[in-house]
């Protein structure tokens, strides 16, 4: 059965309309696409490694709502899926919104979760068609890692500084 998405408006609004997966959006069509960001009391950031025939490279968990999900819910699922860790709800926040525009006017509204949980390296259980590996990161090992081209989220500084201040 194919995957549905919701469509959104640039603003963030449902429309009422579907989408299907692995379809191109139509212009003024956005789609709810999450980030998931865990970092622990040491400042380290868990990050995933994408399976090579999705791009194998280092990165935040993530991907779209489902039709039903609403962020918080689809932030919860994609680490449960990807990763097998259960986040604690109460101990995320939405970080940031933001759209990504597509070359055809649609695109994704982007919601950056952070959540401020301590998990066991050891308990993560990794989905291998889409992630081959896991590991702690530091905003400095991270920032290494944008200049060959891993990490390409425009907002970095802003989440480590962000973080640095819960220390």
């Known amino acids: 059965m194919a995957e549905l998405w919701d469509i959104y408006d640039a603003n963030g609004n449902k429309t009422g309309r579907l ?3 692995g379809m191109p959006l139509q212009k003024g069509d956005f789609a709810l696409y999450v980030m998931v ?3 622990n009391q040491k400042g380290e950031f868990l990050v995933t490694k994408r399976a090579p025939d999705r791009g194998d490279c280092w990165h935040t968990t993530g991907g779209c709502a489902i039709t039903g999900d609403d962020s918080l ?9 990807e990763i097998g860790i ?7 926040q939405l970080f940031k919104r933001y759209n990504i525009v597509n070359t055809n006017g649609g695109g994704a509204i982007a919601d950056v979760w952070l959540f401020v949980q301590e998990v066991d390296i050891s308990d993560v259980v990794l989905c ?9 990161a530091n905003s400095e090992q991270i920032k290494s890692m944008t200049h060959d081209g891993s990490f390409n989220y425009p907002y970095l500084d802003e989440l480590f500084a962000y973080c640095d201040r819960l220390k």
């Open 19 to 21: 989408h299907k997966r």
């Open 86 to 92: 259960v986040l604690d709800p109460e101990a995320g």
């Open 128 to 136: 291998p068609i889409e992630i081959a590996d896991a590991k702690w």
């Open 37 to 39: 960001w865990v970092v």
């Open 73 to 81: 819910a689809a932030a919860l699922r994609e680490a449960r899926e």
